[in-house]
Antibody, heavy 117, light 110 residues
Framework: EVQLVESGGGLLQPGGSLRLSCAAS????????MHWVRQAPGKGLVWVSN????????TYADSVKGRFTISRDNAKNTLYLQMNGLRAEDTAMYYC??????????WGQGTMVTVSS | QSALTQPPSASGSPGQSVTISCTGT?????????VSWYQQHPGKAPKFMIY???KRPSGVPDRFSGSKSGTTASLTVSGLQAEDEADYYC??????????FGGGTKLTVL
């Protein structure tokens, strides 16, 4: 089955760090660009970051630049998002998504990150 | 990276057509034919509905169509059905490997 499964979310205090994972299966992970997209409770989708197929090119939204790092391990078919210096406004459901053309054709079920004191 | 502008809500009766707009700038919607649309039911992940302005992925009913004029893209849902009730989001490539989403539109089937 073709799927993406996120993990690693949780509750943590402002300033903390967390690493999210996205395990891919059912397709050739190493051939695809990948993205992270987040959605605060009751709010809209916001693009966070993307990485090209071999991990050599990474881009970030201004709101997370310098705090978040995207990476991938093609041998493990896994995408990561290292999040440092977390703020209350980073509270959201985090989705990984596969790139298709210039869109996002497959999404995981999401993992929830809550930043609160 | 400002969000694209969508109306907060839209509605229509079963069998009718409804159009949702998505307004950006010359740096995103107006600059590229790379607008995509997503359907999201409550508590679910988004679903890929339209890409490159008007192309439908395999499995998406042809009741869903997309178009663009200048800096405004549109999603039209024809022959509304109860299961079309959901949130809809547009997205556009914004250059330099950046993407931007719209704020979302809640579609209600009356």
């Amino acid at each position: 089955e073709v799927q993406l499964v996120e993990s690693g979310g949780g509750l943590l205090q402002p300033g903390g760090s967390l690493r999210l994972s996205c395990a891919a299966s059912g397709f050739t992970f190493s051939s695809y660009w990948m993205h992270w997209v987040r959605q605060a409770p009751g709010k809209g989708l916001v693009w966070v970051s993307n990485i090209n197929s071999d991990g050599s090119s990474k881009t970030y939204a201004d709101s997370v630049k310098g705090r978040f790092t995207i990476s991938r391990d093609n041998a493990k078919n896994t995408l990561y998002l290292q999040m440092n210096g977390l703020r209350a406004e980073d509270t959201a459901m985090y989705y990984c998504a596969r790139a298709w053309s210039v869109g996002f054709d497959m999404w995981g079920q999401g993992t929830m990150v809550t930043v609160s004191s | 990276q400002s969000a694209l502008t969508q109306p907060p809500s839209a509605s229509g009766s079963p069998g009718q057509s409804v159009t949702i707009s998505c307004t950006g700038t010359s740096s995103d919607v107006g600059g590229y034919n790379y607008v995509s649309w997503y359907q999201q039911h409550p508590g679910k992940a988004p679903k890929f509905m339209i890409y490159e302005v008007s192309k439908r992925p395999s499995g998406v009913p042809d009741r869903f169509s997309g178009s663009k004029s200048g800096t405004t893209a549109s999603l039209t849902v024809s022959g509304l059905q109860a299961e079309d009730e959901a949130d809809y989001y547009c997205s556009s490539y914004a250059g330099s490997s950046n993407w931007v989403f719209g704020g979302g539109t809640k579609l209600t089937v009356l």
